[in-house]
């Protein structure tokens, strides 16, 4: 028959933090092993695909790795992806142009408005 494995902390459950797979010991004895969470990777904020550079691990476990291994060098490099970095600045840009176009064709009005008034 086989050995029973009994959990080694105190939750008595099977519950997803509680985890544990076995391990045959040397001596020949089965030893339950507590296997930690699966680290989900980190995702843009914008479209939600995964960034790629970026250490997929537990949240608490950013605290204690460098920033190099966090971020990229980029604008929002830990946060969102190259693609939706890009789609902003070209957004940015035609804005800024379109107010320019706006204040160009507001100028020439003004200018039609004062000839037609001499």
Do not use: W
Not at 5 to 11: D, G, S
Not at 26 to 52: E, F, N, S, Y
Not at 91 to 107: C, G, M, P, T
Request: net charge positive; aromatic share 4%; hydrophobic share 30%.
């Amino acid at each position: 028959m086989a050995q029973r494995v009994t959990y080694r902390r105190q939750t008595p459950y099977n519950t997803r933090s509680n985890k544990i797979k076995v391990v045959k010991t040397p001596g020949g004895k089965l030893v339950a092993h507590h296997v930690k969470k699966q680290a989900t990777k980190v995702k843009c904020g914008d479209c939600g695909i995964a960034l790629p550079g970026v250490a997929s691990l537990r949240p608490r476990q950013y605290a204690n790795i460098s920033k190099t291994h966090k971020t990229v060098q980029r604008a929002y490099g830990g946060s969102r992806c190259a693609n939706c970095v890009k789609e902003r600045i070209v957004r940015a840009f035609l804005i800024e142009e379109q107010k320019i176009v706006k204040r160009v064709l507001k100028d020439q009005q003004e200018k039609e408005k004062k000839a037609a008034k001499n």
